[in-house]
């Protein structure tokens, strides 16, 4: 299973992208528990709104941050999230 460019990509219904005060960093909330995000992962998941595709998120980021060539790193990121189950795409 792997990302289709094509398809808009959106966190998983039982999934939940929030802030975590307590521990300074955005996290993925689910019943049985939590994962905590480092700042590149969080960023690429609060463009999973179901409105962005692959080329639409790394063009985002490279824009917000001010690079390029980050398409492999941002295609092999959201890989292990849709295997996790954290995004899915229709």
Known sequence: M???PDQPIKISPMFRLQWEEAQ???VIL??????????SSAEILKL????HNLGQIVGELERKFQTSGLTNDIT????IALKNGWIQQH
């Open 2 to 4: 792997s990302i289709n």
């Open 24 to 26: 300074q960093k955005f």
């Open 30 to 39: 689910y019943p049985e528990g939590m994962v905590e995000l480092n700042q």
């Open 48 to 51: 999973c709104d179901g409105a």
């Open 76 to 79: 092999a990121f959201l890989d």
